[in-house]
């Protein structure tokens, strides 16, 4: 529980919100590539996976790149009404 103003009580009392939660959908997908590209690097002291631990990332990775390539250009046609 967050202690604010000398009071603890949950975030929802204290109507704190995470970052991820008032994040767009193109900052989601980014933030999701970016994760798992760490994981597969062993960024920040974690062990670099292998073998089929490895393969199933670098195909999440994969596809959480794709979706943050293909977002911008779906919300502009989007946006304009292009099909």
Known sequence: MPLL??????REAHAIIC???SEG??????RRRDKLRGR???ANG???PTGAKRDRLAVQW???ARKARALPSEA???R???S
């Open 5 to 10: 103003d000398g009071e603890f009580a949950s």
């Open 76 to 78: 502009l046609r989007r």
């Open 40 to 42: 597969l690097d062993g």
């Open 46 to 48: 974690i062990r670099t």
């Open 19 to 21: 970052a991820s939660q």
């Open 25 to 30: 959908e193109l900052d989601c997908a980014y």
């Open 80 to 82: 304009f009404g292009m």
């Open 62 to 64: 994969r596809e959480a």
